[in-house]
């Protein structure tokens, strides 16, 4: 999964890539920062406390802040938006601090303005997309007719109805067959938005943070997830040693750090879920995303184990946590065989049977 972050210019994209992922970026180099960051899951902390002979693997979900050459004034977040094509999720950077050092290109802080211009922006893009391909598939039909122009056209055709209806193709019904025609455009709307809202130092307390993002909410497209946090100050954080990061977070009123609630709801706007493989090795949580079933889980372990699975044995973590440990768990009978069809759930402990 990759998270790309856009958004106007100086609204903090960068300042918060560097509070997400810890890294602090070089502003010089010109160059698209881009990092990996371990997700924290207390979950694993847990069964890697029981089984501490293994390695701990934690998933891992990507974050993309992409160079960008200064923008014109008349299109000030086209290249961002540009820039993020290729990603899986949007995170959408809105500015809320206030700073008369950083000029911006809104007169004043109006998230909801911005939010509002930068969604009309990528439904513009997408629309325009459209369009395009629409002239080209036309061309390439009068020169040669074929069904799969034919196909695909009335694809094209579909999402510019579902587009001018303010309607984001995310939401646009399609079979498999139709979705495959459109996968490789990467179509901005078709992805799922997390808006970031970048607030003051003043706002940094986790609940004033809570309470932004749940007021701004209902102002947001109904298809987005919202987060707050201030960048500057959890940036900050992150250089920080334990020991002063804690009294430096009880001071701010801050219960939790926001590379944890960004993670978090770029989980929920993607609905990923975890589950865990424990083996002599390595103690590992895997993302995989909400509704896959057993046998394709098995597959992101190992191809072989797709190909050969027989069965799963299923602890929910929950029971584990009842039960104390695998000894309990098994004279318990909280274990259970499941077939190729189960559909995983979060936090599900998972030993996959498999032939080679
Ligand atoms: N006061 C304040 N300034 C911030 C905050 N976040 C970013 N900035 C400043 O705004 C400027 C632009 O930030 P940057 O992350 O480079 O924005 P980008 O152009 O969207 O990548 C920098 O000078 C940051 O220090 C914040 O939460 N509070
Ligand atoms: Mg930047």
Redesign the pocket.
């Known amino acids: 999964m990759k998270i790309g972050l856009c958004?106007?210019?100086?609204?903090?994209?960068?300042?918060?890539f560097e509070a997400i992922t810890g890294l602090v970026s070089d502003?010089h180099a010109h160059s698209t920062n881009i990092a990996a960051v371990p997700i924290p899951d207390q979950r694993l902390d847990r069964l890697f406390a029981d089984f501490p002979k293994s390695r701990k693997v934690q998933a891992k979900i990507e974050y993309l802040?992409p160079y960008l050459h200064e923008p014109g004034p008349d299109d000030a977040i086209g290249p961002s938006l540009n820039a993020v094509k290729s990603t899986s999720v949007l995170a959408l950077?809105v500015r809320g601090?206030?700073?008369p050092?950083?000029p911006y290109v809104f007169q004043s802080i109006d998230m909801k303005h911005a939010v509002a211009v930068s969604v009309e922006r990528m439904f513009e893009a997408d629309t325009v997309v459209c369009e395009r391909r629409l002239e080209k598939i036309d061309v390439m039909y009068r020169k040669a007719k074929s069904d799969d122009l034919v196909r695909e056209r009335a694809v094209i055709v579909k999402c510019l109805d579902h587009l001018r209806g303010a309607s984001p193709l995310s939401q646009l019904e399609l079979h498999p067959e139709e979705r495959a025609v459109i996968q490789g455009i990467g179509f901005l709307t078709a992805k799922p938005l997390m808006i970031v809202l970048?607030?003051?130092?003043k706002d940094a307390s986790t609940e004033r943070l809570d309470n932004i993002a749940a007021e701004f909410t209902p102002l947001a497209p109904r298809y987005a997830t919202v987060v707050a946090l201030?960048?500057?100050?959890e940036r900050e954080l992150l250089e920080l040693d334990a020991q002063d990061r804690a009294m430096f977070m009880q001071d701010a009123g801050l219960t939790s750090l926001a590379q944890e609630r960004v993670i978090r709801a770029s989980y929920d706007a993607t609905g990923t879920i975890c589950f865990f493989t424990i083996g002599d090795d390595e103690v590992r949580a895997w993302p995989l995303r909400a509704g896959t079933t057993a046998a394709k889980a098995a597959g992101t372990v190992h191809t072989d184990m797709e190909r050969g699975f027989i069965r799963a044995e299923v602890i929910s973590f929950d029971d584990y946590v009842k039960a104390g440990s695998m000894r309990e768990v098994k004279a318990q009978k909280l274990n259970r065989l499941e077939g190729k069809d189960y559909v995983v759930a979060d936090g599900d402990i998972i030993e996959f049977r498999f032939h080679v």
């Open positions: 958004g106007f210019p100086k609204v903090g994209k960068t300042s918060v502003a802040d950077v601090f206030e700073n050092n950083v970048n607030v003051d130092e201030c960048a500057r100050l």
